[in-house]
């Protein structure tokens, strides 16, 4: 399944960049991630107040860490990894976690071809203490990884 990177211009290591600017995908399943944030993907409805106020603690760099272990958790589950996230949109209520989240991106994609992404900054998500969502598209091999 090729999975072509498109770089404009040469990716230089001094970039550091946790993005690319595109992808091209050829033959493969696409798997379309929901919003995952710090609250684990499927939880009980309505929140248990105490359940709540644990998922929502931490600052941007824990929640931004644990929002990717559920991402990791579904890309498992697909038969994918991170290698395969081709495409981000990552909503942030305060654009003063950019650089921990590029610094947290940069150890978790590929360094080389990053997924391309969006980052958006909004005034409020589902929860009042959500620092950040990010949802995604990824392109897994037939057959899996």
């Known amino acids: 399944m090729p999975i072509t990177p498109v ?15 595109g992808f091209l995908v050829d ?34 760099a824990e929640q931004t860490e644990r929002t990717f272990a559920h991402m990791k958790q579904i890309l498992e589950a697909a038969g994918g990894g991170f290698e395969h996230v081709v495409f981000l949109t990552i909503y942030l209520t305060d654009m ?3 650089d921990a989240l590029n610094e947290i991106s940069y150890r978790t ?15 409020e998500l589902a929860h009042p203490n959500m620092l950040i969502e990010v949802d995604g598209v990824a392109a897994i091999p037939k057959g899996g990884a």
């Open 109 to 123: 994609f590929s360094r080389e071809n990053p997924p391309a992404r969006t980052l958006l900054k909004v005034a």
């Open 96 to 98: 003063a976690g950019q």
């Open 7 to 21: 770089h404009h211009v040469p990716m230089k290591p001094e970039y550091k960049s946790p993005f690319s600017a």
């Open 27 to 60: 033959d493969c399943r696409l798997l379309f991630l929901s919003g995952c944030c710090t609250i684990p993907i499927y939880h009980k409805h309505p929140h248990d107040p105490v359940e709540e106020t644990e998922w929502l603690k931490g600052d941007f």
